[in-house]
């Protein structure tokens, strides 16, 4: 699928504080983005995205690039088989 990118986060990189909660930003056309946030007790739909914008952008930023992570993925699968 062209519209999908995958970038692994290894384990090298240390933490990333912004990942501490798990988000999902939600992109809705034509201008607007959401980030859903859902904990143990409550869901929650957000409409300043900042901060959940800038940890993604730091996410990407540090895990390794979509080839590197293709690699990865595949010496993974082949360690299972």
Known sequence: MSNVH???????VGG???????????YVPPKRTLAYVASL????????????NAAFDQAWEL???????GAI???RIADLT
């Open 6 to 12: 995958l970038r692994v986060l290894t384990l090298d």
């Open 16 to 26: 990333v504080p912004g990942l501490s909660c798990p988000f999902t930003l939600l």
């Open 41 to 52: 007790t409550r869901t929650d739909y957000i409409k300043a995205t900042g901060p959940y």
């Open 63 to 69: 895990a390794s690039s979509e080839e590197e992570s």
């Open 73 to 75: 993925l595949d010496d």
